[in-house]
Protein backbone atom coordinates (compact mmCIF):
# COMPACT_ATOMS: atom_id res chain seq x y z
CA UNK A 1 0.00 0.00 0.00
CA UNK A 2 1.55 3.05 -0.82
CA UNK A 3 1.23 6.41 0.83
CA UNK A 4 -1.76 7.80 -0.47
CA UNK A 5 -3.83 4.71 0.01
CA UNK A 6 -2.27 4.84 3.23
CA UNK A 7 -3.40 8.36 4.03
CA UNK A 8 -7.38 7.43 2.62
CA UNK A 9 -7.54 4.73 5.13
CA UNK A 10 -6.64 7.25 7.43
CA UNK A 11 -9.26 9.62 6.16
CA UNK A 12 -11.83 6.79 6.44
CA UNK A 13 -11.41 6.75 9.99
CA UNK A 14 -10.77 10.36 10.81
CA UNK A 15 -14.51 10.93 9.12
CA UNK A 16 -16.25 7.97 10.90
CA UNK A 17 -14.61 8.83 14.39
CA UNK A 18 -13.86 12.96 14.85
CA UNK A 19 -16.99 14.89 12.58
CA UNK A 20 -16.13 17.76 14.69
CA UNK A 21 -12.31 18.46 14.03
CA UNK A 22 -12.55 16.30 10.21
CA UNK A 23 -14.74 19.15 9.10
CA UNK A 24 -12.62 21.68 10.07
CA UNK A 25 -9.69 20.38 8.42
CA UNK A 26 -11.66 21.44 5.89
CA UNK A 27 -9.99 25.06 5.50
CA UNK A 28 -6.27 23.21 5.64
CA UNK A 29 -4.37 23.34 2.63
CA UNK A 30 -4.41 19.51 1.07
CA UNK A 31 -0.69 18.40 2.96
CA UNK A 32 -1.79 19.90 6.36
CA UNK A 33 -5.54 17.98 6.02
CA UNK A 34 -3.35 14.75 4.80
CA UNK A 35 -1.78 15.11 7.89
CA UNK A 36 -4.29 15.39 10.41
CA UNK A 37 -6.48 12.74 8.88
CA UNK A 38 -2.91 10.47 9.62
CA UNK A 39 -2.37 11.67 13.32
CA UNK A 40 -6.02 11.20 14.04
CA UNK A 41 -5.51 7.82 12.88
CA UNK A 42 -2.37 7.31 14.63
CA UNK A 43 -3.98 8.16 18.01
CA UNK A 44 -7.69 6.62 17.57
CA UNK A 45 -6.26 3.14 16.72
CA UNK A 46 -5.02 2.84 20.18
CA UNK A 47 -7.27 4.70 21.84
CA UNK A 48 -9.83 2.37 20.84
CA UNK A 49 -7.50 -0.46 21.76
CA UNK A 50 -7.77 1.48 25.42
CA UNK A 51 -11.61 1.53 25.42
CA UNK A 52 -13.20 -1.36 23.78
CA UNK A 53 -12.61 -4.67 22.00
CA UNK A 54 -15.56 -4.08 19.92
CA UNK A 55 -14.30 -0.34 18.81
CA UNK A 56 -10.42 -2.79 18.09
CA UNK A 57 -12.51 -5.09 15.92
CA UNK A 58 -14.65 -2.92 13.96
CA UNK A 59 -11.25 -1.24 12.71
CA UNK A 60 -9.56 -4.16 12.62
CA UNK A 61 -12.74 -5.47 9.81
CA UNK A 62 -13.67 -2.15 8.38
CA UNK A 63 -10.61 -0.93 7.66
CA UNK A 64 -7.39 -3.52 7.80
CA UNK A 65 -5.22 -1.81 10.94
CA UNK A 66 -3.65 -3.00 13.58
CA UNK A 67 -4.09 -6.48 12.53
CA UNK A 68 -1.46 -7.69 14.18
CA UNK A 69 -3.17 -7.64 17.60
CA UNK A 70 -6.49 -9.62 16.69
CA UNK A 71 -7.02 -12.11 19.69
CA UNK A 72 -4.81 -9.78 21.98
CA UNK A 73 -5.91 -8.42 25.32
CA UNK A 74 -6.14 -4.61 25.21
CA UNK A 75 -2.61 -4.27 27.02
CA UNK A 76 -1.15 -7.09 24.95
CA UNK A 77 -2.44 -5.04 21.83
CA UNK A 78 -0.82 -2.05 22.76
CA UNK A 79 2.55 -3.23 23.33
CA UNK A 80 2.49 -5.09 20.47
CA UNK A 81 1.15 -1.59 18.46
CA UNK A 82 4.28 0.00 20.37
CA UNK A 83 6.87 -2.70 19.18
CA UNK A 84 5.62 -2.19 15.31
CA UNK A 85 5.88 1.42 15.53
CA UNK A 86 9.66 1.27 16.67
CA UNK A 87 9.80 -1.37 13.95
CA UNK A 88 8.65 1.15 11.32
CA UNK A 89 11.56 3.42 12.73
CA UNK A 90 13.65 0.57 10.57
CA UNK A 91 11.52 0.78 7.53
CA UNK A 92 9.87 -2.31 8.29
CA UNK A 93 6.23 -1.83 8.42
CA UNK A 94 3.08 -3.01 6.90
CA UNK A 95 0.30 -1.43 8.95
CA UNK A 96 -1.50 1.63 6.32
CA UNK A 97 -1.50 3.68 9.78
CA UNK A 98 1.60 3.32 10.78
CA UNK A 99 3.15 3.27 7.58
CA UNK A 100 1.58 7.11 6.97
CA UNK A 101 2.17 7.96 10.41
CA UNK A 102 6.04 7.23 10.10
CA UNK A 103 6.46 9.01 6.76
CA UNK A 104 4.74 12.23 8.49
CA UNK A 105 6.90 12.31 11.71
CA UNK A 106 10.31 11.86 9.11
CA UNK A 107 8.94 14.21 7.04
CA UNK A 108 7.71 17.05 9.33
CA UNK A 109 10.61 15.98 11.75
CA UNK A 110 8.32 15.53 14.75
CA UNK A 111 9.94 14.57 17.58
CA UNK A 112 9.79 10.81 18.27
CA UNK A 113 9.08 10.98 22.17
CA UNK A 114 5.81 12.31 21.62
CA UNK A 115 4.75 9.24 20.47
CA UNK A 116 6.19 7.59 22.96
CA UNK A 117 4.53 9.95 25.72
CA UNK A 118 1.01 9.00 23.87
CA UNK A 119 1.43 5.27 24.12
CA UNK A 120 1.93 5.76 27.48
CA UNK A 121 -0.16 7.64 28.15
CA UNK A 122 -3.01 4.96 26.42
CA UNK A 123 -1.25 2.39 28.81
CA UNK A 124 -1.95 4.33 31.85
CA UNK A 125 -5.93 4.27 30.91
CA UNK A 126 -5.56 0.48 31.71
CA UNK A 127 -4.60 0.73 35.23
CA UNK A 128 -5.70 4.78 36.46
CA UNK A 129 -9.19 5.10 36.53
CA UNK A 130 -9.16 7.90 38.88
CA UNK A 131 -7.15 11.09 39.77
CA UNK A 132 -6.90 12.90 43.05
CA UNK A 133 -5.98 16.21 41.75
CA UNK A 134 -5.66 18.72 38.66
CA UNK A 135 -2.13 18.47 38.66
CA UNK A 136 -2.03 13.78 38.67
CA UNK A 137 -4.77 14.39 35.61
CA UNK A 138 -2.50 16.97 33.62
CA UNK A 139 -0.35 14.86 33.52
CA UNK A 140 -2.04 12.01 32.34
CA UNK A 141 -3.55 14.48 29.70
CA UNK A 142 0.17 16.08 28.65
CA UNK A 143 0.11 12.56 26.60
CA UNK A 144 -3.45 11.50 26.06
CA UNK A 145 -3.91 15.38 24.66
CA UNK A 146 -0.81 18.12 24.84
CA UNK A 147 1.22 15.85 22.49
CA UNK A 148 -1.50 16.20 19.46
CA UNK A 149 -1.26 19.50 19.73
CA UNK A 150 2.06 19.95 19.53
CA UNK A 151 2.42 17.01 17.03
CA UNK A 152 0.06 19.28 14.35
CA UNK A 153 2.07 22.43 15.38
CA UNK A 154 5.04 20.96 13.80
CA UNK A 155 2.58 19.84 10.86
CA UNK A 156 1.43 23.17 10.23
CA UNK A 157 4.79 25.08 11.34
CA UNK A 158 5.76 27.53 13.91
CA UNK A 159 6.92 30.95 13.62
CA UNK A 160 8.30 30.62 17.26
CA UNK A 161 8.95 28.26 20.23
CA UNK A 162 6.52 29.68 21.95
CA UNK A 163 3.76 28.37 19.76
CA UNK A 164 4.43 25.27 21.53
CA UNK A 165 2.95 25.75 25.03
CA UNK A 166 -0.35 27.53 23.50
CA UNK A 167 -0.76 24.30 21.26
CA UNK A 168 -0.08 22.34 24.80
CA UNK A 169 -3.32 23.98 26.35
CA UNK A 170 -5.50 23.64 23.50
CA UNK A 171 -4.63 20.05 23.61
CA UNK A 172 -5.73 20.44 27.64
CA UNK A 173 -9.21 22.64 26.92
CA UNK A 174 -10.31 19.72 23.84
CA UNK A 175 -9.47 16.78 26.01
CA UNK A 176 -11.42 18.42 29.28
CA UNK A 177 -13.88 19.30 26.99
CA UNK A 178 -14.67 15.50 26.35
CA UNK A 179 -14.80 14.32 29.64
CA UNK A 180 -17.45 16.98 30.41
CA UNK A 181 -19.27 15.78 27.47
CA UNK A 182 -18.23 11.87 27.74
CA UNK A 183 -18.59 11.52 32.00
CA UNK A 184 -22.13 9.36 31.62
CA UNK A 185 -20.21 6.79 28.59
CA UNK A 186 -16.75 6.86 30.32
CA UNK A 187 -18.00 6.11 33.60
CA UNK A 188 -20.82 3.42 32.52
CA UNK A 189 -18.99 1.55 29.59
CA UNK A 190 -15.36 2.10 31.28
CA UNK A 191 -15.58 2.31 34.82
CA UNK A 192 -13.56 6.17 34.64
CA UNK A 193 -13.93 8.95 36.52
CA UNK A 194 -11.62 11.34 34.75
CA UNK A 195 -12.29 14.91 36.65
CA UNK A 196 -10.17 14.97 40.01
CA UNK A 197 -11.57 13.42 43.22
CA UNK A 198 -10.89 16.64 45.38
CA UNK A 199 -12.30 18.69 43.11
CA UNK A 200 -15.94 16.59 43.18
CA UNK A 201 -15.07 16.47 47.34
CA UNK A 202 -14.95 20.27 47.19
CA UNK A 203 -18.51 20.64 45.35
CA UNK A 204 -20.33 17.69 47.50
CA UNK A 205 -20.29 14.92 44.96
CA UNK A 206 -18.73 11.61 45.10
CA UNK A 207 -18.50 8.78 42.45
CA UNK A 208 -21.75 7.41 43.94
CA UNK A 209 -23.60 10.71 42.40
CA UNK A 210 -21.92 10.35 38.90
CA UNK A 211 -22.76 6.55 38.95
CA UNK A 212 -26.66 7.16 40.02
CA UNK A 213 -26.73 10.38 37.61
CA UNK A 214 -27.55 13.26 39.57
CA UNK A 215 -27.57 16.23 38.17
CA UNK A 216 -28.69 18.59 41.00
CA UNK A 217 -27.40 22.23 42.14
CA UNK A 218 -24.30 20.84 43.22
CA UNK A 219 -23.23 19.18 40.05
CA UNK A 220 -24.32 22.03 38.18
CA UNK A 221 -22.00 24.47 40.11
CA UNK A 222 -18.96 21.76 39.45
CA UNK A 223 -20.18 21.83 35.78
CA UNK A 224 -19.90 25.36 35.69
CA UNK A 225 -16.14 25.65 37.41
CA UNK A 226 -14.89 22.87 35.05
CA UNK A 227 -16.33 24.52 31.77
CA UNK A 228 -15.01 27.73 33.11
CA UNK A 229 -11.73 26.11 33.38
CA UNK A 230 -12.07 24.42 29.92
CA UNK A 231 -12.86 28.19 28.39
CA UNK A 232 -9.91 30.48 29.84
CA UNK A 233 -7.50 27.57 28.55
CA UNK A 234 -9.33 28.18 25.32
CA UNK A 235 -8.56 31.31 25.62
CA UNK A 236 -5.36 31.25 26.42
CA UNK A 237 -4.44 28.70 23.38
CA UNK A 238 -5.90 31.16 21.07
CA UNK A 239 -3.87 33.74 21.70
CA UNK A 240 -0.87 31.19 20.36
CA UNK A 241 -2.97 31.27 16.96
CA UNK A 242 -1.13 33.91 15.73
CA UNK A 243 2.29 31.95 16.10
CA UNK A 244 1.34 29.52 13.58
CA UNK A 245 2.11 29.69 9.21
CA UNK A 246 -0.68 31.31 8.30
CA UNK A 247 -1.55 28.38 6.09
CA UNK A 248 -3.16 26.42 9.03
CA UNK A 249 -4.24 29.21 11.20
CA UNK A 250 -7.81 28.87 10.62
CA UNK A 251 -8.05 25.17 10.40
CA UNK A 252 -7.05 25.33 13.96
CA UNK A 253 -9.31 28.01 14.92
CA UNK A 254 -12.07 26.33 14.01
CA UNK A 255 -11.43 23.55 15.05
CA UNK A 256 -10.91 25.39 18.79
CA UNK A 257 -14.35 27.26 18.00
CA UNK A 258 -15.96 23.44 17.62
CA UNK A 259 -14.66 22.06 20.45
CA UNK A 260 -15.22 24.66 22.25
CA UNK A 261 -19.25 25.18 20.98
CA UNK A 262 -19.76 21.41 23.22
CA UNK A 263 -19.12 23.11 25.92
CA UNK A 264 -22.18 26.02 24.92
CA UNK A 265 -24.29 23.23 23.71
CA UNK A 266 -23.51 21.54 27.58
CA UNK A 267 -24.77 24.42 29.14
CA UNK A 268 -27.92 24.77 27.03
CA UNK A 269 -29.21 21.04 28.24
CA UNK A 270 -28.65 22.77 31.62
CA UNK A 271 -25.39 20.75 32.45
CA UNK A 272 -27.43 17.93 32.23
CA UNK A 273 -24.86 15.44 30.70
CA UNK A 274 -26.84 12.67 31.55
CA UNK A 275 -29.95 13.10 30.00
CA UNK A 276 -28.29 13.54 26.50
CA UNK A 277 -24.94 14.01 25.33
CA UNK A 278 -23.67 16.82 24.08
CA UNK A 279 -23.66 17.32 20.58
CA UNK A 280 -23.13 19.91 18.10
CA UNK A 281 -25.60 19.90 14.18
CA UNK A 282 -24.30 19.94 10.86
CA UNK A 283 -25.55 23.34 10.59
CA UNK A 284 -23.73 24.46 13.85
CA UNK A 285 -20.46 22.97 12.43
CA UNK A 286 -20.55 24.67 9.03
CA UNK A 287 -21.51 27.89 10.83
CA UNK A 288 -18.58 27.93 13.17
CA UNK A 289 -16.28 26.74 9.93
CA UNK A 290 -17.46 29.69 7.34
CA UNK A 291 -19.36 31.83 9.51
Known sequence: MNYSEAVEVC????????????????????EIREATH???AFFRVPDEMVDTVTGAKHLRDQYQVA???EGLSSLESLRVWQAAWQESGKGTVHDPVLSAARELFQRYHIPEH????????????????RYGTYED???????????????????????S??????AEKLGYAMQLTNFLRDIREDFE???????PQDELKQFGLSDDDIENHIADERFMAWMQFQIARADALYEEANQGIALLHPRGRRGVRAGSDLYRLILRKIEQQGY??????????MFEKIKAIFL
Do not use: K
Open 11 to 30: RRIHHEYGTSYYWATRLFPR
Open 38 to 40: VLY
Open 67 to 69: QMT
Open 114 to 129: YATDFLQAMQQDLTCS
Open 137 to 159: LTRYMYGSAAVVGLMMTYVIGFT
Open 161 to 166: PEALPY
Open 189 to 195: ERGRIYL
Open 272 to 281: DIYRQRARTS
